[in-house]
């Protein structure tokens, strides 16, 4: 990435806006160890967990674009304290009960994320309220994954194979058996199930963010800590058959994101081929052109991520990727942040996906160096 350029300064300075219109002004804090992320609408006591993984993520790429641009000393670590205050007060938060009065069942001060970690919701109950859902705790572990690999301290990443072991059995229905399946959701305790159905990317999430953490933890002389669950998740996808997308620019550009980390491998480069065929048939429908008065702005952005991450991983696919990346730009440059079509409680998770669309850096494999898991060469 050309920090020079005048595209990437106004891409930073967009990023760097959208991060303060939901974390507040944090280039002007004075004692960073000391930051309280304010409470954001859209989530319960301000916090929502999908939103705050991105939050924790933009922050690590802060921090390393700010490092590269050779700051004045000391700047960039601030980025590195904010994503580790954000990761705290999740903790703090969404690991608690919605009283705030005790830790979730099963958690204790010393293994805080032993009871999961709640999604966030603002309603307790109801079809949309209160819970766990596997796609939110995946993405909540890729982010500590991220925060270790960029500070070196494998205190995150152990705290993300914790958090593993303590929901995944939680979210099995045969676990011991040939042929176990998935669920959608389970309740804030982890107690019984709330969505019975199976989530498409699910058994591919937990698979990868499984086998990530778990390369990390080798590299940390901590050992194969998930050999067991990540057998599990590849005897799901094997029941379920070939992965199928669905036409959904979140799906297909999250799906993106995952398979960056195995392009090597036969399975990944064939999904990666079907993502990209459903991704140009919508942009050909114009789908992109839509979202303005009919779909979620966040959602395409997840598009754009998944692009980016892919193609900075694979290179350069030719017309295919001038095309994805035309229609890429398209959607980011028609957004206004100030659209009325936004809803408040919807406007934290957008602006952190728009940053993360923008500059997707630390969602990107080798964005702090070598990786420890095998990828392609």
């Known amino acids: 990435m050309d920090l020079e350029s005048t595209e990437i300064k106004t891409r930073v300075e967009r990023f760097e806006s959208a991060?303060?219109?939901v974390y507040g002004n944090h280039r002007d804090v004075s004692d960073p160890s000391?930051?309280?992320?304010?409470?954001?609408?859209?989530?319960?006591?301000g916090r929502y967990l999908w939103t705050d993984a991105f939050g924790v993520v933009n922050f690590l790429t802060l921090y390393k674009m700010h490092s590269?641009?050779?700051?004045?000393?000391?700047?960039?670590?601030?980025?590195?304290?904010?994503?580790e205050r954000l990761v705290e007060t999740v903790h703090d938060v969404l690991g608690r009960t919605r009283d705030g009065t005790s830790r979730l069942p099963g958690a204790t001060d010393s293994e805080p994320l032993a009871g999961g970690l709640r999604i966030g919701k603002v309603h307790e109950s109801g079809s949309d309220g209160d819970g766990q859902y596997h796609h939110y705790l995946t993405q909540w572990m890729f982010a500590l994954n991220r925060l270790s690999m960029a500070t070196g301290?494998?205190?995150?990443?152990?705290?993300?194979?914790?958090?593993?072991?303590?929901?995944?059995?939680?979210?099995?229905?045969?676990?011991?058996?040939?042929?176990?399946?998935?669920?959608?959701?389970?309740?804030m305790d982890l107690s019984h199930t709330l969505v019975s159905s199976e989530g498409n990317l699910d058994p591919l999430d937990g698979y990868i963010?499984?086998?990530?953490?778990?390369?990390?933890?080798?590299?940390?002389?901590?050992?194969?800590?998930?050999?067991?669950?990540?057998?599990?998740?590849?005897?799901?996808?094997?029941?379920r058959g070939q992965h199928h997308p669905s036409p959904d620019f979140l799906d297909l550009g999250m799906t993106l994101v995952s398979v960056q980390w195995f392009y090597n491998e036969d399975w990944?480069?064939?999904?990666?081929?079907?993502?990209?065929?459903?991704?140009?048939?919508?942009f050909d429908e114009g789908y992109h052109l839509k979202f303005g008065s009919s779909r979620l702005a966040f959602r395409e952005f997840g598009a754009c991520l998944g692009v980016e991450c892919f193609r900075a991983t694979v290179g350069p696919d030719g017309e295919l990727y001038d095309y994805f990346k035309?229609?890429?730009?398209?959607?980011?440059?028609?957004?206004?942040?100030?659209?009325i079509q936004t809803p408040d409680d919807l406007k934290p998770i957008t602006r952190v996906m728009f940053a993360s669309a923008l500059i997707p850096g630390a969602f990107q494999a080798g964005f702090f160096g070598p990786e420890p898991i095998k990828i392609g060469t």
């Open 209 to 239: 963010t499984f086998s990530l953490v778990q390369a990390s933890a080798k590299k940390f002389g901590d050992g194969e800590v998930f050999e067991e669950e990540i057998s599990n998740y590849k005897k799901v996808s094997d029941r």
């Open 153 to 187: 301290n494998p205190t995150y990443n152990r705290q993300a194979y914790s958090l593993g072991k303590a929901i995944h059995p939680h979210f099995f229905v045969g676990i011991g058996t040939h042929n176990p399946r998935m669920v959608w959701k389970v309740a």
């Open 326 to 339: 035309e229609m890429s730009d398209a959607m980011i440059d028609q957004y206004n942040d100030g659209d």
């Open 19 to 21: 991060m303060e219109k």
């Open 268 to 282: 990944a480069v064939t999904l990666a081929s079907r993502c990209c065929n459903i991704l140009k048939s919508l």
């Open 68 to 83: 590269d641009l050779n700051a004045e000393n000391g700047y960039p670590e601030r980025y590195l304290t904010f994503a």
């Open 34 to 45: 000391a930051w309280t992320p304010p409470p954001a609408p859209g989530g319960h006591r």
